[in-house]
């Protein structure tokens, strides 16, 4: 796939999209809008996904199923990630 981001906002955050989708994806998703954004808090810095995932015509009704699955795999995957970010982080 492609991805080109469209907007940049240090240190708030960026945008981009993502389109050329290829393997098994492509039967389901024309492109996908995603933004990061970071925000300091008092425990560290949390930080949101969000995306917006266009179907293709003839995969519209596979996406609630496609939605269940890629967000508990976004939320397993970024979970994992806490852990060892937290552990480099963390006082030895």
């Given at each position: 796939?492609?991805?080109t981001?469209?907007?940049?906002?240090?240190?708030?955050?960026?945008?981009?999209?993502?389109?050329?989708?290829?393997?098994?994806?492509?039967?389901?998703?024309?492109?996908?809008?995603?933004?990061?954004?970071?925000?300091?808090g008092?425990?560290?810095?949390?930080?949101?996904?969000?995306?917006?995932?266009?179907?293709?015509?003839?995969?519209?009704?596979?996406?609630?199923?496609?939605?269940?699955?890629?967000?508990?795999?976004?939320?397993?995957?970024?979970g994992?990630?806490?852990?060892?970010?937290?552990?480099?982080?963390?006082?030895?």
């Open positions: 796939m492609v991805e981001l469209t907007e940049v906002d240090p240190p708030n955050g960026f945008s981009y999209h993502l389109d050329q989708v290829h393997g098994p994806m492509r039967a389901l998703i024309a492109s996908v809008e995603g933004r990061w954004m970071f925000e300091s008092s425990f560290g810095t949390k930080i949101t996904w969000t995306w917006i995932a266009t179907p293709r015509a003839a995969a519209r009704w596979l996406m609630p199923a496609f939605a269940r699955l890629w967000t508990g795999y976004a939320n397993k995957t970024l994992h990630l806490e852990k060892i970010l937290a552990a480099k982080v963390s006082p030895s």
